[in-house]
């Protein structure tokens, strides 16, 4: 049986297609159109699904949609008339385009889908499982638990901003729900867009901004204080109630009242060109910290309603890898899955997952290994034909050589201090770069993570860097006693590794705190001693680990800093032509590709018709 999944028309539109329940390929269409968060319908993810599967339309036992429409409808209509009159605007600006577009969505798949090949409308069935259920779905059945308990927390899908679910054998109920407007994603994003920050895309930079805030500030109880007493209510279930008067994402252009925030918090919005000052950092720490709190006791109530001893977790706020790992670290689960695409991209897999198992009833069978998710490498790889075609398009200059012996000069490259671009394999499905299209240097460099920030991947010099590091070798540096292949488990540097900080440390400036040595791997240690940790395995990645492996045995440290193979508002890059651009634009020193070694210094004059800093726009 084979079912394609598709997510369109919001963010992040992608598609995925299962076989007989094993998910066989998955990818974002921003990887193909080179536009981030591209919301189009995803024809050319859709498109590689299908080849990939070998299979056409006509072949497909059911095409999932991961959300109803017409519920999401239901809830505009009902919110617009419960605001009335506020919300004129927004309701006349959103109401064409709903009946145009969103209120015929099955006429719009037809139609989009001819456009790859013609096949027979009445012979493919058509499912649409609430946006929630796909993300439950996709966490569930891709995890190895036979239960579990299931908790997805976003912005909002139709009604539901977050939900516990329980996940025995083929079945998921769900058993709560918290409704709109009341949304801890939409709470955080609130915070992202007050601080000078895109409203879904720049939540992880305010993740990564909250440990710069002073825990111990007058000020920054104050905030905290502030948001628990004026912003929301939290029940002890995890449950919020948001306080509409300073918000206006229910029927208004923007977020939140600015005025009202500003008279509030005591400081006038943040733009994205102004200096952060310590006041954006305390209110980031504030709402991170708020955050976690409400995603713990949420948690607590799915442990209590279902016994569970595993969590899954999806949706947007399960990439706040802070968050997670404090929950990890909390010992409330003896494990917790987390989607890798846990954002509405997932939702494509999760709505094929839910048509397979609810839909159809087919039975599961968990898998012995790590996962359903194969290191969520599945999107296009290329072999060394289709490398070879395409740097001789380019014109490019290449070394091709046995994979063990490049392994082994990319070591000795990053020892050096130089900074590669490594293509591998499949690319990633989800947001993170795995170490197929990554970006890769020595951790251990005290100016690596400045060189990355604004010579490679030209954006703000706070952000960190993650390290990749050899499963086998985790415990040597992290105090984590889990598997994290996905990325999105932050956890504290060992205290052997860090080094004292000065006694005024809280009160220094914000950069000159990002640039004082904290530990022996200092490009990945962040400012709270702390690190987005990805573990590497020999079986889901031999090429990386390989790499990592040969790194240990010249330097003695089995890890190194993994970014995504992109600059700055950029989608990560897909094709081998898309590599060479950006290794062409930046100042990486040597790019790899299969088995071909790419040396800056060897390539010809780079010219382009325009600057790309004017194509991709800050994030």
Not at 102 to 130: A, C, M, Q, T, W
Request: glycine share 6%; charged share 25%; proline share 4%.
């Amino acid at each position: 049986m084979t079912i394609l999944g598709i997510s369109a028309f919001y963010h992040d539109s992608a598609a995925a297609i299962i076989v007989d329940g094993k998910v066989i390929a998955a990818a974002q269409e921003e990887r193909f159109t080179r536009k981030k968060h591209d919301e189009s319908f995803p024809i050319n993810a859709v498109q590689f699904c299908l080849d990939y599967a070998g299979v056409n339309i006509n072949e497909l036992d059911a095409i999932a949609f991961y959300d109803k429409p017409m519920l999401k409808f239901e809830r505009l209509l009902e919110t617009y008339y419960g605001f009335a009159p506020k919300g004129l605007v927004s309701f006349l600006k959103s109401m064409p385009v709903w009946i145009r577009e969103k209120l015929f969505l099955k006429r719009i798949i037809h139609e989009e889908l001819e456009k790859i090949e013609g096949y027979d409308k009445n012979k493919v069935k058509f499912l649409f499982p609430e946006h929630h259920l796909s993300h439950a779905a996709s966490a569930f059945y891709s995890s190895p638990y036979n239960d579990a308990a299931i908790l997805t927390i976003d912005g909002v899908g139709e009604w539901a901003t977050a939900s516990i679910s329980v996940g025995r054998g083929n079945s998921v109920e769900i058993l709560k729900e918290l409704r709109f407007p009341h949304s801890l994603g939409l709470l955080y994003s609130a915070f992202t867009y007050f601080l000078g920050f895109k409203v879904n895309s720049g939540e992880y930079k305010l993740m990564g901004l909250a440990p710069y805030g002073n825990p111990d500030a007058p000020e920054t109880a104050a905030y905290i204080k502030i948001i628990k007493e004026q912003l929301i209510a939290i029940q002890p279930d995890g449950s919020i109630w948001l306080n509409q008067d300073y918000f206006n994402y229910a029927t208004g252009l923007r977020m939140v009242d600015d005025a009202k925030w500003e008279k509030l918090f005591g400081f006038k919005k943040k733009t994205e060109e102004e200096e952060l000052l310590q006041c954006h950092c305390n209110l980031g720490y504030a709402i991170q910290q708020v955050t976690e709190e409400i995603v713990y006791k949420m948690a607590a109530e799915a442990k209590a309603l279902t016994g569970c001893d595993y969590l899954c977790m999806a949706g947007g706020v399960a990439l706040n890898c802070v968050s997670n790992g404090k929950l990890l670290r909390s010992k409330l689960y003896k494990d917790i899955f987390i989607q890798p695409a846990a954002g509405d991209a997932g939702g494509a897999l999760g709505a094929a997952q839910a048509a397979y198992y609810i839909y159809f009833n087919k039975e599961r069978i968990p898998c012995t290994g790590q996962d359903e998710m194969h290191g969520s490498y599945l999107g296009p790889e290329f072999n060394d034909r289709e490398i070879e075609l395409e740097l001789r398009k380019l014109k490019a200059v290449s070394h091709n050589t046995n994979f063990d012996a490049l392994a082994n000069e990319v070591a000795d490259l990053i020892n050096d201090g130089k900074v590669v671009g490594w293509f591998q394999g499949r690319m990633e499905f989800g947001p993170r770069a795995l170490g197929n299209r990554s970006i890769l240097g020595d951790a251990r460099s005290p100016e690596m993570q400045k060189k990355l920030n604004l010579k490679i991947k030209y954006r703000e010099g706070f952000r960190p860097f993650a390290p990749s590091v050899k499963a086998e070798d985790c415990k040597d540096y992290f105090e984590l006693d889990t598997d994290s292949p996905y990325m999105l488990i932050v956890a504290p540097v060992k205290e052997s590794r860090r080094k004292k900080m000065p006694d005024n440390y809280n009160a220094l400036p914000l950069m000159e705190r990002l640039y004082i040595l904290r530990s022996d791997l200092p490009a990945v240690t962040h400012v709270d001693f702390s690190a987005r940790v990805q573990t590497i395995h020999k079986e889901t990645n031999e090429r990386y680990w390989k790499v990592l492996d040969a790194f240990k045995q010249k330097t003695g440290y089995g890890l190194m800093v993994n970014t995504s193979f992109n600059v700055r508002g950029e989608p990560p890059v897909c094709t081998p032509t898309d590599a060479y651009k950006c290794f062409m634009r930046t100042e990486m020193d040597y790019l790899v590709i299969g088995n071909y070694l790419l040396s800056k210094s060897e390539q010809p004059e780079w010219k382009e018709d325009e600057d790309w800093r004017k194509e991709f726009k800050l994030d």
